[in-house]
């Protein structure tokens, strides 16, 4: 069974950073690619990037870019997301996700952690 545990997360003020951790456990599961979205309250769910598990390229949507990076270690089977300069329409519900090769969907899910960058 794949899971994904999520750390991280907390109030913040302008300007701060934190970040986020994504740890996928299942021994013989390894994902296509692992991606991180958010849900600001009233809002749906976003995008906000990617990183290709076997050669760590990324991909990121254009609000987040220059201050949001993805990055991965193999080993630990870990995905985080460092967020830098936080403003406070970052606050959100952040969730990282597995992308299966079979299904071609975000197939498995963290159980999300708060975010709120206060002004």
């Known amino acids: 069974q794949v899971q994904l545990e999520q750390s991280g997360g907390g109030l913040v003020q302008a300007g701060d950073s934190l970040r986020l951790s994504c740890v996928i456990s299942?021994?013989?599961?390894?994902?296509?690619?692992m991606g991180w979205f958010r849900r600001a309250p009233a809002k749906d769910r976003e995008f906000l990037g990617r990183?290709?598990?076997?050669?760590?390229?990324?991909d990121y949507i254009n609000s987040i870019k220059g201050r949001f990076t993805i990055s991965r270690d193999m080993a630990k089977k870990t995905v985080f997301l460092q967020m830098n300069g936080l403003k406070p329409e970052d606050t959100a519900v952040y969730y990282c996700?597995?992308?299966?090769?079979?299904?071609?969907?975000?197939?498995?899910w963290g159980q999300g952690t708060q975010v709120i960058v206060s002004s």
């Open positions: 996700a597995a992308l299966r090769v079979e299904t071609g969907a975000w197939s498995y």
């Open positions: 299942g021994d013989t599961f390894n994902p296509v690619s």
């Open positions: 990183i290709r598990w076997y050669d760590g390229d990324t």
